[in-house]
Antibody, heavy 119, light 110 residues
Framework: QVQLVESGGGVVRPGRSLRLSCAAS????????MHWVRQAPGKGLEWVAV????????YYDDSVKGRFTISRDNSKNTLYLQMNSLTTEDTAVYYC????????????WGQGTLVSVSS | EIVLTQSPGTLSLSPGERATLSCRAS???????LAWYQQKPGQAPRLLIY???SRATDIPDRFSGSGSGTDFTLTISRLDPEDFAVYYC???????????FGQGTKLEIK
């Protein structure tokens, strides 16, 4: 079965960096686009970024563009999110999710990892 | 940027009743790229509907989606106790493929 397991969350000071990882299993990772979606405490879902199955294309929400970088290592079945210049507004649970890019939806989600930006 | 507005914010109903949730877009959306998700407290979202009206795998047939253009609807024909949750609509563009979510509708037990 499809499994997505995020790691790397934690407490970080404003202005610092953090890298999230997502280990994928149960499907051919290199055949699917992947997303990061976040959810601030008590708030709704906010799409963050998407990467093509082969890493050839990457797109970001304006709120993270220039600060966050999505990447993947298909040999390790792993998705990453490098987050720089973090602010308190970035505090959220970050979900790794499998995308059906040609159909425009997300079909599987990980359980999420909490990032808390606080001084 | 397309904005999705869901209504109502909170819907209070009893098990067995019919639920109708609305998702309105600020401009026309390709219905092929409109999806609905369910999220229960402490859990990740789950895909319910894609392409505006196609049920995802293992989703009960009491869930149905409809709509086109700027107005989309998620209907739950007879509420089961496990259906009380928050529901989100989502759309994606094609060029660039940016995704946006509605703010959510909380379906609570009356």
């Amino acid at each position: 079965q499809v499994q997505l397991v995020e790691s790397g969350g934690g407490v970080v000071r404003p202005g610092r960096s953090l890298r999230l990882s997502c280990a994928a299993s149960g499907f051919t990772f290199g055949s699917y686009g992947m997303h990061w979606v976040r959810q601030a405490p008590g708030k709704g879902l906010e799409w963050v970024a998407v990467i093509w199955y082969d890493g050839s294309n990457k797109y970001y929400d304006d709120s993270v563009k220039g600060r966050f970088t999505i990447s993947r290592d298909n040999s390790k079945n792993t998705l990453y999110l490098q987050m720089n210049s973090l602010t308190t507004e970035d505090t959220a649970v970050y979900y790794c999710a499998r995308g059906r890019l040609l159909r425009g939806f997300i079909d599987y989600w990980g359980q999420g990892t909490l990032v808390s930006v606080s001084s | 940027e397309i904005v999705l507005t869901q209504s109502p914010g909170t819907l209070s109903l009893s098990p067995g009743e019919r639920a109708t949730l609305s998702c309105r877009a600020s401009q026309s959306v390709n219905s092929n790229y409109l999806a609905w998700y369910q999220q229960k407290p402490g859990q990740a979202p789950r895909l319910l509907i894609y392409g505006a009206s196609s049920r995802a795998t293992d989703i009960p047939d009491r869930f149905s989606g409809s709509g086109s253009g700027t107005d989309f609807t998620l209907t739950i024909s007879r509420l089961d106790p496990e259906d009380f949750a928050v529901y989100y609509c989502q759309q994606s563009g094609t060029s660039p493929p940016m995704y946006t979510f509605g703010q959510g509708t909380k379906l609570e037990i009356k």
